[in-house]
């Protein structure tokens, strides 16, 4: 299986911005998946994910503003960012499960899968 992340850029705060994260290979459908980001100096956390059925989870530093969403007749995983803050600024990642999970996990160490990463920056 191989992601694919894009629409990362530059916004500025209050502004939004969709990534999307395209498969190859597999199974997409059976595939939990998640966003995770990293910051400059900091550890990878997660972001949001979003279950093989469609059941969706946030990190609570997002909910509210964040939306993860697939398509799996595109075999894409989408994030809308909404209400960015300079905060948000990071390297997003997505990453797919092959388990089925009735709850994405935030821990990075449950996924099989990595896209290569998109840069978001968010000016104040």
């Known amino acids: 299986v191989q992601l694919q992340a894009s629409g990362g850029g530059l916004v500025q705060a209050g502004g939004s911005l969709r990534l999307s994260c395209a498969a190859s290979?597999?199974?997409?459908?059976?595939?939990?998946m998640g966003w995770f980001r990293q910051a400059a100096g900091k550890e990878r956390e997660f972001v949001a994910g979003?279950?093989?059925?469609?059941?969706?989870n946030y990190a609570d530093s997002v909910k509210d503003r964040f939306t993860i969403s697939r398509d799996n007749t595109k075999r894409t995983v989408y994030l809308q960012m909404n209400s960015l803050k300079p905060e948000d600024t990071a390297v997003y990642y997505c990453?797919?499960?092959?388990?089925?999970?009735?709850?994405?996990?935030?821990?990075?160490?449950?996924?099989?899968?990595w896209g290569q990463g998109t840069l978001v920056t968010v000016s104040s």
């Open positions: 990453a797919a499960d092959r388990f089925y999970r009735v709850t994405m996990s935030p821990d990075p160490g449950y996924y099989d899968y």
């Open positions: 979003i279950t093989w059925s469609g059941p969706t």
């Open positions: 290979g597999g199974t997409f459908l059976n595939y939990g």
